[in-house]
């Protein structure tokens, strides 16, 4: 026997004897003093998990492996017996050295003149495995003593699932859950006969044994495995001979949660591989470099279902790993419904009321339709659902830019605008940024209560509503009628029930279709993450068929519509209401009372909105009159610096209104965005 063998053969018998000659008291003392280190043993890759529990994604550890935790409750029995039998019989008896196998070993090893059997309990090996030691006399005896320290922390299924989580099994796999998907694609808990002999030998050489390697060694090994337990080695399956890819489903969502342990999301894992080939699918029949972001979203519970950031991750022409969910673009003309449902709240306008679609000018600002015709007098309902943009601007105009954005701004949504610029009506175009994310939140509130919740991706999340809707259930309701009479592209006929809208941006950069039914709520964006235009892309197009496509993924929920109120006579264009006693008396509108104004982001000149009251209007901040618009419908102030500042408007019947507000310091960004939307 050399010289090596021998040590490592008295190295097990000295620690054995250690632990049977040092006194109690003196061991009790040195497992107080120096614990073993159980930092590997915690140090797991992180792990993000659909609703039902299966990988979406894992992650390497710091360390560079693929370390997952091992239950015992949770593995197939048959290979927990294979493993105890090959590596360590008296397992579930000894204190974590065994002194029959030490003595087994060293009256072997003397009869043959060399090593034929070890004595390293599993145990020890746990211990090995959490502080990796050269193999000598004083590490054998380390050992020993840290398995007896474990025992006294940990029961067997403890300490076996220590060794389960940080055993190799070749390359940078460790435990065996890692193991069993890397080699067989499947759990431990479905392991047959012939895999679990093969992860149960794999350990004792993991390079020398790999199955990707050395099949022929690999198989030899299994076999002997399954010999010594009395089990039949006639007909066995091939080894293994590649390891199989690391799920990537969901990869964007995944990578942004990035979990320090283990992420479980809302995803349902089946409905993700389906969109995400929907996806690849509607990007490549666009251009060769396009790509396509849709999310699924429970709408009761806004809870995301499926979350596809690119169509393809890793092709690097479609700039695949830029999460075009969480982006911000031109949102094209899939603002109008909210600008529409504003006005109805107002009671501005109606779904019936007429509106002359024609050239009209807004200072310097003269918007077009997307065909570049106009269409004379339409309802509002048909001007919606042909997306037309002069009717839109001017709805937006009776609103207020400056009121729509705050009220998304009061409900979470962050509408950017180019260079920090104040809101104007290209808005109701697509003139500012805004996220899929945030679309999709806006919809969803739409076809629920109308409280634009936070979309919510971790199974623990629930959503947190708004105090108060964006608008009312009538005004709700009038939408989401005018949008399930919506054209739909002609792969979408037959396809009643849903509500949606679509939107291109300035220059056919960004393809939109958002909708919902009575359970979920889609949004779909399409184009090119660098913001290459794509002149035959349109939300019309290109985005709708897609979201149509993912619809019919989904259980059937027609939206049931809501019979709308009694529409009030038509009117021949949208004008100035006329007052009467009836009036309502005045509100502001903007800002919205205790609100905080970023002094960065202001105009030099703040219009003030309200709403109701008999024209003309008095304004006055802080105890002073301000200037008003041409019309006396709204205030003109200048701030001056940052503070509290209390806001009135008087009516011409002497009724008033107050809010009280602060100005603060605040800097804001730039956002490259179209000039308008297109459609």
């Excluded at 993924?553 to 027609?558: D, H, I, Q, V």
Aim: charged share 20%; no cysteine; aromatic share 6%.
């Amino acid at each position: 026997m050399n010289p090596t063998g021998w040590s490592r053969l008295y190295a097990a018998a000295f620690g054995a004897l250690l632990l049977a000659a040092g006194g109690k008291a003196s061991l009790v003392a040195l497992d107080a003093a120096y614990p073993p280190d159980l930092a590997k043993a915690h140090d797991l890759s992180p792990v993000v998990r659909a609703q039902d529990g299966e990988i979406l994604r894992v992650f390497p550890t710091a360390d560079g492996k693929i370390r997952l935790p091992a239950e015992v409750a949770a593995i197939d029995p048959g290979f927990l017996a294979l493993l105890v039998r090959t590596e360590d019989k008296r397992f579930w008896r000894h204190g974590g050295v065994d002194p029959l196998a030490v003595a087994r070993a060293v009256g072997q090893a003397v009869a043959a003149g060399r090593i034929v059997s070890g004595a390293s309990t599993l145990t020890m090996q746990v211990a090995r495995l959490l502080e990796p030691r050269p193999r000598t006399l004083r590490a054998k005896a380390v050992e020993a003593f840290r398995a007896w320290q474990l025992e006294r922390r940990f029961d067997k299924r403890e300490i076996l699932a220590l060794y389960l989580t940080l055993a190799p099994y070749g390359g940078r796999i460790e435990g065996v859950h890692a193991a069993s998907l890397a080699w067989f694609g499947k759990p431990p808990a479905r392991l047959s006969t012939a895999e679990a002999a093969l992860l149960a030998t794999l350990p004792q050489a993991p390079e020398r044994l790999r199955p990707d390697r050395h099949p022929e060694a690999a198989a030899a090994a299994r076999d002997r495995v399954l010999a010594r337990a009395g089990l039949p080695t006639l007909v066995l399956p091939p080894v293994p001979t590649r390891l199989r890819a690391w799920p990537m489903t969901a990869p964007h969502l995944a990578r942004r949660l990035a979990p320090a342990g283990e992420a479980v999301t809302t995803l349902n894992a089946e409905l993700q591989r389906r969109v995400q080939d929907l996806a690849r699918q509607g990007a490549a029949t666009t251009h060769p470099k396009a790509s396509a972001a849709v999310l699924v979203v429970e709408t009761a519970t806004r809870a995301v279902r499926a979350y596809v950031g690119g169509a393809d991750f890793f092709a690097a022409a479609r700039n695949g790993q830029v999460d075009m969910a969480a982006a911000a673009r031109s949102p094209g003309s899939t603002l109008k419904p909210l600008v529409y449902g504003l006005a109805f709240e107002f009671g501005l306008a109606h779904p019936e009321t007429l509106v002359l679609d024609a050239p009209v000018r807004f200072g310097g600002y003269r918007p077009r339709n997307f065909d570049g015709r106009f269409h004379g007098e339409v309802t509002l309902r048909r001007a919606l659902q042909l997306s037309l943009n002069v009717p839109a601007v001017k709805l937006l105009h009776r609103v207020g830019p400056a009121v729509f954005v705050e009220r998304l701004a009061r409900h979470g949504v962050d509408v950017q605008f180019p260079g920090g610029d104040w809101p104007g009506l290209a808005i109701a175009l697509g003139g500012a940024g805004l996220t899929l994310e945030d679309l999709v939140r806006l919809y969803a509130a739409l076809g629920d209560d109308g409280r634009a919740a936070p979309l919510a991706y971790l199974a623990e999340e629930r959503a947190l509503r708004a105090s108060e809707p964006l608008f009312g259930a009538a005004a709700r309701a009038q939408v989401a009628d005018v949008l399930l009479g919506a054209p739909r592209p002609p792969s979408a006929l037959g396809t009643d029930g849903i509500a949606f809208k679509t939107g291109t941006s300035y220059g056919y950069r960004d393809a939109w279709a958002v909708g919902f039914d009575g359970r979920h709520t889609v949004g779909v964006w399409v184009g090119r993450p660098d913001g290459t235009p794509l002149p035959d892309a349109s939300g019309f197009r290109t985005a709708a068929p897609l979201l149509f496509r993912v619809f019919a993924r989904l259980p059937a929920a027609p939206l049931t519509p809501r019979a709308p109120e009694a529409a009030p006579p038509a009117l021949a264009q949208l004008a100035p209401r006329a007052a009467g006693p009836a009036e309502a008396e005045p509100e502001v509108a903007f800002p919205q009372d205790g609100a905080e104004l970023r002094l960065a982001d202001l105009p030099p000149v703040l219009p003030l909105e309200a709403s109701g009251g008999r024209r003309p209007l008095t304004w006055l901040v802080d105890g002073r009159p301000v200037a008003t618009d041409s019309l006396g419908r709204r205030g003109l102030w200048r701030p001056s610096g940052a503070g509290f500042a209390e806001i009135v408007v008087v009516d011409a019947a002497g009724r008033r209104d107050a809010v009280r507000v602060r100005l603060g310091e605040r800097l804001s960004g730039d956002l490259p965005v179209g000039r308008l939307g297109a459609e």
